[in-house]
């Protein structure tokens, strides 16, 4: 069996090369469904193995809680909000958690500026807790204390974007930034994080809490973002089922009414990621099993082809001894070979579009093809060579001798 | 046991209503080592027999024994491996692979038969030696010349060392002078013991022959040993 193999890879080989432009041609339809897929697969496995990265960096244990209107109701004027009341309601009541912080976001993007420069950034009230929440971290200087909470300080915590736009110091600590029309002196540089799906991260302003709500005074009722991690044995859905409980009744919900907030695990936020990715790549997928179709009927075509140009050669071949096998054998092992040669120069063509098309969008993360990708195209574009060469192989093998022979 | 045994052999062609008797009846027997001629005019089914004798055709009624085989009992790969390893057969259009060189066309038969290739091209350069053609191994076939391409053939159809050499106007297409290049070839072959068996519709080539066939109509018309001819 080997060696009948090694023989027809040989002569295969030789007739694939002697019409190297047909056989180019013919291995087109694989070529481009095998370099679609592998384009598609390194992009998304590259998205996704990068934002699986980014959410464990979140704290693949944390929840986030919003307040939530439902459209109808906004047009009503109605505002669902999460009160600083609510969190002291959890903070007391909640079990399992490890550490909680408020978020008060300013009202849309603020002004900040340093001396000449100016920039728009979010800028966001929070507390001590926030660092091991969202695990953020302060390479230079200190990051936000209780007692800047306590004292209402004017002191703030920016991310490296924020120094670069400013045109800040190398080390920002010390100097003071106007936010909103307020002076605040800068204690910390954040970590930087870079990109996330074309967003800085870094571009980020963190003042107290407290400071924060006494700069918005009663301007407006507050709505704040809670942000918690669990501690180490809690169990997520139990956390989010007490605070389901805990919330709708401090809001007064009837059982009949929807809930007016959202919660949100950082799991959960990345299973909905992984779920678009999954369907894009389904999507494709059918896309492209059509047109590997498509490439395996273009090479049962050309093999149809050949077996007729090369009746005769099967002729002299059974004329001095080969038996069906051996015909089986050379022209599905052309067939496969063209097959699989097509689903090389896709592999490789599908990995340069995709490391092009990554390189070439900023921020996008890198390309990167996963192995069973490689083996799933070489396999799939394999099996299309035998599926669709098996027709034309047996044919060849089993023609009259000399029926071959006398074939003009 | 005669090499050749073939007794009521008849190969019957429907065209249409009609029914061509390409062969009819024949019976032969051919020991070893004899040189054979089937001579007759065009049409008289000289090819048709060859073929049948090359296995490569079955006849429509009849038996055919060869080497002790009875030839109607094997199956496809029975039959291939009997044109393999007891008959070499050379065309009038030589019928070489267009893609190999004269090397691998002679090397090609012993592929069927499992050889490793150190030993194929071992044997094959020895068969080519033999026909005189040790420095065109590596030329394809278009770049020989006719007389050369059959010696190519004829090298094919020795390197397996086949108990019969069966040759259909093997100098059909050749001049004059390659003719007789290539008929004292065969007159070499058969005095170191080859059983040859050609067809042939020239008279100067069934001269080299110890017995001459006459086929007319699809039947033996004649059967001659020459030597007792030409006495
Ligand atoms: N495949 C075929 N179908 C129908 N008739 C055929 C076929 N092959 C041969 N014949 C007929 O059988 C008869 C014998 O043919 P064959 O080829 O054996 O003749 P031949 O003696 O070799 O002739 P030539 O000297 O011209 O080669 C012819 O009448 C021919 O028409
Ligand atoms: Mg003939």
Redesign the interface.
């Known amino acids: 069996m080997f060696?009948v193999m090694l023989?027809s890879t040989r002569s295969a080989l030789?007739?694939i090369l002697?019409h190297g432009l047909r056989s180019f041609l013919t291995t087109l339809g694989i070529v481009i469904g095998v370099a679609s897929v592998i384009a598609v697969v390194s992009l998304t496995q590259g998205m996704s193995a990068f934002i699986g990265e980014s959410f464990s960096s979140l704290g693949s244990n944390s929840l986030t809680v919003q307040s939530y209107t439902p459209i109808a109701e906004q047009m009503r004027g109605v505002r669902a909000r999460l009160t600083p009341e609510d969190l002291e309601l959890i903070e007391r009541r909640a079990e399992g958690v490890a550490s909680i912080t408020p978020i008060l976001y300013g009202s849309s993007a603020s002004q900040v500026r340093y001396a000449a420069q100016t920039t728009f950034s979010q800028i966001m009230g929070t507390t001590y807790a926030y660092r091991e929440v969202s695990q953020s971290y302060v390479q230079l200087g200190r990051f936000i204390a209780e007692s800047d909470n306590l004292t209402r300080r004017r002191v703030t915590v920016i991310g490296s974007k924020v120094r670069d736009d400013l045109g800040l110091p190398e080390n920002p600590v010390n100097k003071y930034v106007e936010l909103g029309g307020e002076w605040f002196k800068v204690i910390g540089l954040l970590e930087t994080k870079g990109d996330f799906m074309g967003f800085s991260q870094d571009d980020i302003v963190l003042v107290p809490y407290a400071t924060m709500r006494s700069l918005q005074g009663n301007q407006a009722r507050t709505d704040i973002q809670i942000q918690l991690s669990l501690s180490e044995n809690a169990d997520v859905e139990d956390v989010t089922r007490q605070l389901t409980a805990l919330l709708r009744n401090a809001h007064d919900l009837s059982p009949d009414e929807d809930d007016d907030f959202v919660i949100n695990t950082a799991e959960q936020l990345m299973n909905t990621f992984d779920t678009v990715i999954n369907m894009v790549t389904l999507v494709i997928g059918g896309i492209v099993s059509i047109s590997l179709l498509v490439g395996g009927i273009g090479i049962m075509n050309i093999m149809l082809v050949s077996v007729t140009e090369r009746t005769?050669?099967i002729?002299?071949?059974?004329?001095?001894?080969?038996?069906?096998h051996?015909i089986l054998a050379q022209f599905l092992i052309e067939a496969i070979l063209l097959s699989l040669l097509g689903g090389l120069i896709g592999l490789a063509l599908g990995f340069g579009l995709g490391a092009a098309i990554s390189s070439s969008i900023e921020s996008f993360p890198p390309a990167s093809i996963p192995l069973w990708a490689i083996v799933l195209a070489l396999g799939f574009s394999g099996f299309v060579g035998i599926l669709f060469g098996i027709l034309p192989a047996a044919k060849a093998a089993n023609l009259d001798?000399?029926d071959a022979?006398r074939y003009e | 046991m005669a090499l050749i045994r073939l007794s009521g052999i008849s190969r019957h062609y429907e065209m249409g209503s009609q029914l061509v008797r390409a062969l009819d009846e024949v019976d032969v027997e051919i020991e070893r080592n004899e040189y054979v001629a089937f001579v007759g005019s065009s049409g008289s089914g000289k090819s048709t027999f060859l073929?049948i004798l090359?296995c490569?055709?079955r006849p429509t009624l009849g038996q055919y024994y060869l080497n002790g085989a009875h030839v109607e009992e094997l199956d496809?790969?029975q039959l291939?491996?009997i044109?393999?390893?007891e008959i070499g057969?050379i065309?009038q259009s030589f019928?070489?692979?267009?893609?190999?060189n004269a090397l691998g066309n002679v090397m090609?038969?012993l592929?069927?038969?499992?050889i490793g290739y150190r030993q194929r091209r071992e044997m094959a350069t020895e068969a080519l030696r033999r026909v005189g053609l040790e420095d065109r191994m590596d030329h394809l076939p278009n770049q020989l010349s006719g007389g050369q391409r059959q010696r190519v053939a004829i090298a094919?159809a020795l390197v397996?060392r086949p108990a019969i050499l069966l040759a259909d106007e093997p100098t059909g297409n050749l001049d004059s002078r390659t003719s007789t290049e290539i008929m004292y070839l065969f007159d070499q072959l058969h005095a170191e013991g080859q059983t040859l068996i050609l067809v042939t519709h020239e008279e100067d080539i069934a001269r080299h022959c110890g017995r001459i066939v006459e086929l007319k109509d699809g039947r033996i018309f004649r059967d001659r040993q020459r030597t007792e001819a030409a006495h």
Request: hydrophobic content about 35%; overall charge positive; aromatic content about 8%.
């Open positions: 060696y023989e030789i007739s002697a005769r050669e002729g002299i071949c059974k004329a001095i001894g080969a038996k069906r051996h001798p000399i022979l | 073929n090359g490569l055709e496809h790969n291939a491996e044109r393999n390893r057969f065309f019928n070489l692979l267009p893609r190999a090609q038969p592929v069927y038969r499992r094919r397996t």
